[in-house]
């Protein structure tokens, strides 16, 4: 988010500038894989606008929490994130036999 409070972010979706004031989400940093189809949009400001009515929103998500479910903490809780691109902690599934 620092980024986006010093006014130097622009949104990957729409490239225009993303304003201190304006309703805003950072993605994580979560691609090393320049090969990866999503790899442009890690790490990046966004319009929530934008990044609710892009049409890979879903498959982003997707992606993301497909990864993280790996990333699992001491606590046994892993990063997830939601539809609205908010990553908020969550249980690790029971495992299925």
């Not at 319009?47 to 929490?65: E, M, S, T």
Request: glycine letters at 6%; proline letters at 6%.
């Amino acid at each position: 988010m620092g980024r986006i409070e010093a006014g130097r972010a622009y949104c990957a979706l729409c490239s225009e500038v993303v304003r201190p004031d304006d309703d805003a989400l950072v993605t994580p940093d979560f691609l090393a894989d320049e090969t990866d189809p999503f790899w442009l949009f890690s790490d990046v400001a966004m319009h929530q606008a934008c990044f609710l009515v892009w049409d890979r929103r879903k498959k982003f998500v997707a992606h993301y929490n497909r990864l993280a479910r790996r990333w699992l903490g001491p606590d046994g809780l892993h990063p997830h994130m939601t539809s609205e691109g908010k990553v908020v902690d969550r249980g690790a599934e029971p495992r299925r036999r």
